[in-house]
């Protein structure tokens, strides 16, 4: 057969397209610093690629699942600690008033409300917009006199009391601290936790913070703050079918069930203090030691889980730089290499174009035919 000069330039084009597109290939590695930029490059290597990549993101979101549990934990701690604090002061009021006089009791009284007032407010904490001890209620305060009006129909108003009150009133108030409400239950109150249905016009539908004025034949009857959440709790996805449950229940904490009230211990002893009741202020001691006790007992519950944090927290930091060293492996070029490899097929497709110069060389007897 003979070969023509339009084969042979033929095959020399093919030829030069496919070291053109070599020269592409190693050049668009060299810019994007990556081995395989498209699947069609290497589909094997792409699945890889992608494997490492989805490993990576799981990583991440576990660390930073970790970095929130862990944050929690902290705050609980420190919110804990200074709780704490606060009774150990309120103890050592009661002690010191068991031998003082009226005088010194009454300023007692205002100490310890200081005190209750701080509790509450730690109770109350938030983590940027979210309450952190209200289970899954996050936007309510998790202790207080707090009603919520949901689709025009209001609550309870949920309350507790030092003492049973034959006299009670309470005022419910807007955002402003306006009183948009007041609500007088028939019979009083009793000792403990008390429960008063809504009675007059309702507005409109949110939360409404209330307070409670409360009375007795002896006098002033003091109100304590109740739970307004849930019992929820924060589930930390921590590693492949792994999960850590945090409690979010302020309840655990200040009020659990079968043990002393927090708030309740706090407002029996300004109850008698106020009251100059010494058999009462006598006792306070040992039920403060309890309340201390059990917020021992809760934060020697959470220890464990710091401790379960910190070693996940390591083995995925330890992990990651792994995964990132086989995904560049993988993916990244190496770049000495890749200037070599175009340096010799920018030498191969000069060359070859050069001998196709001379070996294509048209004639006057080339046109003629």
């Given amino acids: ?78 919110t804990l600690d200074v709780v704490d604090d606060l009774i150990g002061v309120a103890r050592g009021i009661s002690q010191q008033e ?54 025009g129909a209001p609550g309870g108003l949920e309350f507790g009391l030092a003492a049973d009150a034959t006299n009670v009133t309470i005022e419910v108030m807007d955002d402003s601290g306006t009183v948009i409400q007041t609500i007088t239950p028939v019979g009083g109150g009793t000792d403990g936790v008390n429960t008063v249905s809504w009675s007059g016009a309702i507005p409109p539908d949110g939360l409404y913070q209330f307070t409670v004025s409360a009375a007795n034949a002896g006098g002033e009857v003091v109100d304590y703050a109740t739970y307004n959440g849930d019992n929820g709790t924060v589930r930390i996805i921590v590693g492949e079918n792994t999960e850590l449950t945090l409690k979010a229940d302020g309840r655990e904490i200040f009020t659990p069930a079968g043990q002393v009230d927090t708030f309740e211990v706090m407002a029996d002893l300004i109850t008698a203090l106020k009251n100059d009741d010494m058999e009462a202020i006598n006792n306070m001691a040992y039920q403060l030691d309890l309340v201390r006790t059990q917020v021992s007992e809760f934060r020697a519950a959470s220890a464990p889980k710091m401790y379960q944090l910190e070693n996940t927290e390591n083995f995925w930091s330890n992990y990651k730089p792994k995964l ?43 046109f003629l035919k």
């Fill in 1 to 78: 057969m003979r070969v023509t000069n339009s084969m042979m330039s033929n095959t020399i084009t093919r030829y030069l397209m496919r070291q053109s597109e070599r020269l592409y290939k190693v050049q668009e590695q060299i810019s994007t610093q990556k081995k395989i930029n498209k699947p069609s490059d290497d589909p094997a290597g792409m699945r890889q690629i992608l494997d490492y990549r989805n490993k990576i993101a799981t990583v991440d979101q576990y660390l930073e699942n970790i970095k929130r549990g862990t944050t929690r934990l902290e705050f609980t701690e420190i």
């Fill in 324 to 366: 990132e060293q086989l995904l560049s492996e993988t993916e990244n070029a190496d770049l000495n290499e890749a200037a070599m490899r175009l340096n010799q097929l920018d030498l191969a497709y000069q060359s070859t174009i050069a001998t196709a110069a001379r070996i294509i060389q048209p004639s006057l007897i080339d």
């Fill in 98 to 151: 068991g031998r003082g006089t009226t005088q010194t009791r009454a300023l007692g009284a205002d100490q310890v409300e200081d005190l209750y007032n701080q509790m509450v407010e730690l109770a109350n904490s938030k983590n940027g917009k979210n309450h952190m001890f209200s289970g899954h209620k996050t936007d309510t305060p998790a202790f207080g006199h707090v009603v919520e009006i949901s689709g």
